[in-house]
């Protein structure tokens, strides 16, 4: 048995460094982190504090990624409850495989979510997921290809979650799910019912996720050879109280529709009530539709026929990919499926 | 001005050494952390370190405290809408003060919690915030002991949001609002309109936030010279799904009641579609409340009767007090109110 030289039978940094045939002071190098000490310095210096079973003071195991093995979940919005439930699926997955999951909320400051991946990539975490649309700009790529790249070189590996794609030879594993496909199938239901003026309550004009649901919309209306009227696309973000406000506005101003479909079912609550505080009955005056099919979906007063998004899935699909234990290659593009769900909110049109 | 001796004009930990009067060795020591330097050593060398604007490795920076300054969450689950405002709270309040917040949800895992916990200690966090109820046993008070001694040994505060206060001399900051009053104004309201019999879905009967919600359903009816029937008193969890599967059991075996009082908004929802698909219409057969006024109570049909928390305004306010910032005392115990808001759930006893 290895000797330990410690008062309480634990081993010593003079231990560890007999051990990897350094210093002491190279031992506190590598666990400190600020000094440059070669690859394979570092490695036999790290080999040997397992060996030892090592306990340095617990900020120099965080450093040296001796600790807990760590996951870090970037989110714009954790009131939104989508996301909230991929990140749910992310630390369930996290635990199962033996990691602790970090999140931060960066409510859209970029600065903030740079600071985060910066302290993340001190900590050794083994990814970094990204999560949720961004405005797909050459200043996004480049930053996050930087981002990319910076984890990489620490042996971290960065997560895109219904982000932009960064382009071919990024260190970067993307997972999506199909935001056209979903509002495709969901709007050709809502004109299969006969609605042909069909209220869009749209996201961000820049947003991706936001795109790629209006994108939906419109290819539905030209696959029955419809143009859609563009007044009845509106824009905002993806809130209950942005729902609210938009509908009211276009029950003030027009224009006239028979349907609505809201970007997302927090927006769809908020039309829903705007709808009834103007004394419309849902679906016997207007249809409505929702996207991403939360629980609380089914909640609402109708039932909301929406759009299911398998968010918990998606979380823990990003993390088994991150980590190397799903079958699927890190650096493959996985694009899941989403699929319409019909309840009571909408109906055929004229037809009560 | 000080010679800044790097290549690119920025300052070298040589410059640092030489301004604290240390070796670099020593200042790559209090850096790093690992070896122990006296206090007076550390403060003179983070001293120089300012003055210098000397950038080290991002892991020095971060372990040495001087990276980005942080605030820790933790909550059991993401899921849940309170909490999520709540996080908001603290996330928004953080930033304005200069502070990236960490968020961990634990699932309910005290081995997670501790683990998150040791690793902020390590990022010098300047508050861990924990949030929600719990088991008031005394494993939980000796272990929570524990880490505000730890915590308050790094320079860090424990924060404890809506958990159980751990009696005089801890080194803690408790800020709660009042489940227990909350309750009471909420079912002397439902009494108030005839109710007699009342069901009560409510939490996990050891935790702390389900039972001061409880204590206020039983203390209104003793006020009003009522002992309310054991069999009405169900328990589940805080989730829509348990409301779902609490009110079919009632509305299956019984016992019989005309307004139904929800642990939370979520159990309420759930309830809500429970009584809608048997038929049943509210408020006019039956009324219901909920708990928490989290933003899609108002969407819900009827519009949600319940008691508003001001969950975002504890999450800022456990910022500003840990941080020193708020006027407040960091080792006062703040109890915040709670308020009824009337909307169209609860009706007069057979007054339809």
């Given at each position: 048995?290895t ?31 600020d000094?440059?000490?070669?690859a ?14 090592y ?9 040296a990624?001796?600790g807990?093995?760590t ?15 991929m ?45 949720g ?9 480049e ?6 790249d910076?984890?990489?070189s620490?042996?971290?590996?960065l ?12 260190p970067?594993?993307?997972?999506e799910?199909?935001?056209?496909g979903?509002?495709y ?8 019912q006969?609605?042909?003026?069909v209220l ?5 004009p ?13 290819a539905?209306?030209?696959?029955r ?6 007044e009845?696309?509106?824009h ?8 609210h ?37 849902v ?8 996207y ?6 089914r ?8 759009v299911h998004v ?5 979380g ?37």
């Amino acid at each position: 048995m290895t000797k330990k030289s410690g008062d309480d039978g634990r081993s010593t940094i003079r231990d560890v460094a007999a051990r990897a045939g350094v210093s002491a002071s190279t031992v506190s190098r590598v666990l400190g982190g600020d000094y440059p000490v070669s690859a394979a310095t570092r490695t036999r210096v790290l080999r040997a504090v397992r060996e030892m079973d090592y306990v340095a003071d617990a900020r120099a195991k965080a450093v040296a990624g001796v600790g807990t093995p760590t996951l870090a979940f970037v989110l714009e919005d954790i009131t939104g409850p989508s996301f909230a439930h991929m990140a749910y699926g992310v630390e369930r997955e996290a635990a199962r495989l033996g990691h602790l999951s970090l999140v931060c909320s960066t409510d859209g400051d970029v600065r903030r979510e740079l600071e985060f991946i910066g302290m993340m990539r001190a900590q050794r975490a083994a990814a970094v997921i990204l999560v949720g649309g961004a405005a797909d700009t050459p200043e996004y790529r480049e930053r996050t290809r930087r981002v990319a790249d910076s984890l990489a070189s620490a042996g971290s590996r960065l997560v895109l979650c219904g982000r932009p794609p960064l382009g071919p030879g990024a260190p970067v594993t993307v997972i999506e799910y199909d935001n056209e496909g979903g509002a495709y199938a969901l709007v050709a239901h809502v004109l299969a019912q006969g609605h042909r003026r069909v209220l869009f309550l749209g996201g961000k004009p820049d947003h991706t996720t936001a795109m790629g649901r209006e994108r939906g919309y419109l290819a539905a209306h030209r696959a029955r050879g419809l143009e859609p009227d563009p007044e009845l696309l509106l824009h905002g973000d993806f809130t209950r109280d942005s729902g609210h406000r938009l509908m009211r506005q276009a029950l003030a101003r027009g224009p006239e529709f028979s349907a609505v479909v809201a970007a997302t079912d927090m927006v769809a609550a908020g039309a829903l009530t705007a709808l009834h505080e103007a004394g419309l009955a849902v679906p016997g005056d207007v249809s409505l539709a929702g996207y991403d099919d939360i629980p609380f979906a089914r909640d609402l007063h109708p039932a909301l026929t929406t759009v299911h998004v398998p968010y918990e899935e998606l979380g823990r699909l990003a993390v088994r990919t991150a980590l190397g234990h799903g079958g699927e290659s890190a650096g493959e593009h996985l694009l899941l499926g989403t699929h319409v769900v019909v309840r009571d909110s909408v109906a055929a049109y004229g037809g009560h």
